[in-house]
Each structure stands twice: as C-alpha cells, then as structure tokens.
C-alpha cells in the first residue's frame, strides 16, 4: 500500500503561480507512472498531467505551457508547477501513482482557488 499527501494548494490571484507536492510513503523510482487530476465543483474529475518512469511528460490541452509536471526520486516526491494561473483552473487537485504492477493509488487532494 502506498500513501500519496498532496500539498501546496490554496488561493491565488489570477496571473499566479503555485507549485503543488505530492509525497509518497515509499520510493518512486519504480513507478510506470505518476500524475495529476483535478476536479472543479460540479464537474467531472479531468486528467491533467502524467510523467512516465522515463522521463516522459503530456498535458491537458487546458493547461499545455503553464504547468509542469516533474519528480525527486530522492525524496519521492511529484511536483506540478502551476504558473499563469487562471479562475477556470479552480478545482481540487489529486495526484496519482501507477506502481510497477499497475496498481493505481490516489491522494486525498489539495484545493486551488484562482480569483480573477
């Protein structure tokens, strides 16, 4: 069992920047992958970002060019870098880890509030 802690949320204006963490119990060296969803109030939760074990990013069309996704193996942590920031990126951010055997683990979120 892994356990994911999101952190880094809170309110910003519009124009900001926030980095968000996500903290693992144990390494993520191994993972397939890690990423991030979120979910705003009354909708769906939508895929984000995902960055694979090799390296390799992808983004949400919504969010290409204003947001990076990294990790610190060393810490086990995943970041998301969230810069222009903007009312429509309100929502509840989740990371999530696909472990080597393709289990899926989800953190409990963190909120981002963008005021315009």
């Known amino acids: 069992q892994v356990q994911l802690v999101e952190s880094g949320g809170g309110l910003v204006q519009a124009g900001g920047s926030l980095r968000l963490s996500c903290a693992a119990s144990r390494s993520i060296f191994s993972v397939n992958a890690m990423g991030w969803y979120r979910q705003a109030p009354g909708k769906q939760r939508e895929w984000v970002a995902t960055i694979t074990s090799g390296g390799s990013t992808r983004y949400a069309d919504s969010v290409k060019g204003r947001f990076t996704i990294s990790t610190h193996n060393a810490e086990n942590t995943l970041y998301l870098q969230m810069n222009m920031l903007k009312p429509e990126d309100t929502a509840v951010y989740y990371c999530?880890?696909?472990?080597?055997?393709?289990?899926?683990?989800w953190g409990q979120g963190t909120q981002v509030t963008v005021s315009s």
């Open positions: 999530t880890m696909y472990d080597a055997y393709d289990r899926n683990y």
